[in-house]
C-alpha cells in the first residue's frame, strides 16, 4: 500500500493512493480553510470504513440485509505523548439480533484497521533534503 501527501499551502494537504485524491486541511478556527477532514478525523474514518466493510462482508456472506448499516467511530485525545487515547465503534445494523449481532462485533474486530491500533506495527521515518538545501 501506498498514499502519497503534496503540501498544497497554509495547513492543506492533497493525498493520493491509486488516483483518489482526498484534501486534509484544518478547521477555520485553527488556521485552515476547512476544505477538508483533520489527519485525526482520517483515522477515525479509516477505523469506521474498514468496521464496516467487515460488517458488511459477514452479513453478505449469511445473506443477511446491510440496508441500514451505520458505523460511528469516537474518539477522545490523551497527552503526553499527545494522541488519541482511546476509540468507541458503535455499529448499528437494523433487524439484526442475537448470534448475528455477535457474529457482526466477532467481524468488526478483525477489521485490518482495529487490529493495527491494538497491535501497533513498526513505524520508520526517513526525512530527507537536498543538497542545496542543507547548504543554506
Known amino acids: 500500500m501506498d498514499v ?3 503540501y498544497e499551502g497554509g495547513v492543506l494537504f492533497e493525498a493520493d493512493a491509486r488516483g483518489h485524491r482526498v484534501l486534509s486541511d484544518q478547521p477555520l478556527g485553527n488556521g485552515g480553510t476547512d476544505r477538508g477532514m483533520t489527519p485525526p478525523e482520517f483515522l477515525l474514518t479509516a477505523l469506521a470504513t474498514c468496521a464496516g466493510y467487515y460488517a458488511v462482508e459477514y452479513l453478505n ?3 443477511l440485509p446491510a440496508e441500514g448499516l451505520d458505523v460511528r ?3 477522545e485525545k490523551a497527552k ?5 487515547g482511546s476509540f468507541s465503534i458503535q455499529v448499528s445494523v437494523p433487524g439484526l439480533t442475537g448470534r448475528h449481532l455477535e457474529g457482526v462485533d466477532r467481524a468488526v474486530k478483525a477489521c485490518l484497521i482495529h487490529n493495527t491500533l491494538l ?3 513498526k513505524i520508520e521515518t526517513v526525512v ?3 543538497l542545496l ?4
Open 61 to 63: 456472506t449469511r445473506k
Open 119 to 121: 497491535h501497533p506495527p
Open 133 to 136: 538545501a542543507l547548504a543554506a
Open 4 to 6: 502519497r501527501v503534496q
Open 80 to 84: 503526553e505523548p499527545a494522541r488519541l
Open 73 to 75: 467511530v469516537t474518539a
Open 128 to 130: 530527507t533534503g537536498s
